[in-house]
């Protein structure tokens, strides 16, 4: 579902500019702002358009990727409508779009996306990635392909991208912009889902790397 955004005539263009780096972060500018509100004259509705920018950001909950394999080898992949918050009206995210935040394609395999919309959407990432499956690459080679394509994008702002994929043979492989990140993967003889971590893919290109 799209959440509103909470209306303000304040001038609070930084922390829209900020949600690409996620809602926690957003929660920190929100903090720091509350101390500046107190040399607004208008005090009172300065507080009220906070509080509503507050409730909004606490409704951000992330997105959530899902891709299955199953026994006769047909894939599957889904994402949860967007859970970022701040979006604009009428914003359309990559979530629901196929080919941007999510692409399955049972000759090849899936993709799914969370992160800065915007960017799966220009460079088409999650199908990004089974087209690189289909040219020939590994599943580890398709989607860093289609990280380092996310470098070449002229946006205004940068975000974080993460990514997560199978091959036909149901191998997985997940990446991200930012250090550190992980996600879950489970078999049908497997009790549990077991954590694996991610590829890290920054969006800047180490110097002398032309890709
Ligand atoms: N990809 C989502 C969007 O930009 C946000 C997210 O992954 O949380 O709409």
């Known amino acids: 579902t799209m959440s509103q955004p909470a209306t303000s005539d304040a001038g609070w263009d930084i922390v829209v500019a900020d949600l690409i780096e996620g809602n926690s972060r ?7 702002l509350e101390g500046q509100l ?7 509705r300065g507080g009220v358009a906070l509080q509503s920018l507050v409730d909004e950001i606490n409704r951000g909950h992330g997105t959530v990727n899902f891709i299955a394999v199953d026994a006769e080898g047909n894939v ?10 701040l979006k604009y009206p009428g914003r359309v995210g990559d979530s629901p ?8 394609d049972n000759r090849y395999g899936a993709a799914t996306c969370t992160g800065y ?13 089974v087209l690189y ?14 990280m380092h394509d996310l470098r070449h994008l002229d946006l205004p702002l940068r975000g974080m991208m993460n990514l997560i994929a199978v091959d036909k043979e149901a191998r997985h492989w997940g990446a991200s912009t930012s250090p550190g990140r992980t996600y879950l993967y489970m078999t049908a003889e497997m009790d549990e889902p ?11 290109a180490p110097k002398g790397c032309s890709r």
Do not use: C
């Not at 779009?97 to 399955?104: F, L, Q, S």
């Not at 960017?119 to 990004?128: K, P, R, V």
């Open 26 to 32: 957003l929660r920190k500018e929100v903090e720091a």
């Open 38 to 44: 107190a040399g607004f004259e208008d005090v009172e």
């Open 76 to 85: 599957a992949s889904g994402v949860s409508t967007s859970g970022l918050a």
């Open 97 to 104: 779009i196929i080919g941007a935040g999510n692409y399955a």
């Open 117 to 129: 919309g915007e960017m799966a959407i220009q460079a088409a990432t999650a199908h990004s990635v």
């Open 133 to 146: 499956m289909k040219m020939g690459l590994l599943l580890e080679e398709a989607g860093a392909e289609a």
């Open 194 to 204: 077991v954590v694996a971590k991610r590829v890290h893919i920054p969006l800047a």
